[in-house]
């Protein structure tokens, strides 16, 4: 099965990780959760944004994720896939050169890349969005934007995938059954 890195950090969305994680190994697939500065062992703290008829979502106290290898020493060549979930992680991870460089060689090897919600803000840090068509949280569809790419608008009930070539993005955690299932179809198999 696949070896799928998955990117999160303080306040990653806690569905947007833990849900798709527990997805991908259900699916027998191995997935290393790594963030900057913590390594096996250590965890990140979640938040859980709701959708609950205010102007944005809420934000409610998560759980801990667990993380299970080392952010230093990372070798992203040893990976066959990546996933970045949403939440507040992304707006700071997007500050960290060696989080965009390991973007930007699973976009250079065309790898599989899922993204979800806050997600792409990497992904335009990373540069790896110009002429590419990218779903994600609308509040973030300006980055899509300016980073080049083309803002493709959710479903009413934000529980739709877009597929572009390699890259598989989602506007937030309603709609796992679409993205997960799109990004599992693009996975190696043996």
């Not at 938040?47 to 106290?61: L, R, V």
């Amino acid at each position: 099965m696949a070896k799928i890195l998955m990117l999160v950090g303080d306040f990653v969305e806690d569905y947007e990780a833990m849900v798709p994680y527990q997805m991908l190994l259900m699916l027998e697939h191995e997935v290393a959760t790594v963030c900057p500065g913590k390594s096996a062992g250590d965890s990140v703290a979640t938040a859980i944004h709701d959708f609950e008829g205010h102007q944005t979502y809420s934000e409610k106290p998560g759980h801990r994720f667990a993380i299970t290898a080392d952010f230093d020493g990372l070798q992203p060549e040893t990976y066959d896939a990546l996933v970045i979930p949403g939440g507040r992680a992304p707006e700071y991870l997007r500050l960290n050169e060696k989080v965009l460089d390991i973007v930007r060689h699973f976009a250079d090897q065309n790898k599989p890349i899922a993204a979800v919600c806050h997600g792409p803000q990497i992904l335009a840090a990373a540069g790896v969005l110009k002429d590419r068509e990218c779903s994600c949280y609308p509040a973030v569809a300006p980055e899509v934007q300016i980073g080049g790419g083309t803002y493709m608008t959710p479903g009413e009930g934000m529980d739709t995938a877009h597929v572009d070539g390699n890259l598989v993005t989602a506007p937030a955690w309603p709609a796992h059954p679409a993205w997960m299932r799109e990004f599992c179809r693009l996975l190696p198999s043996d």
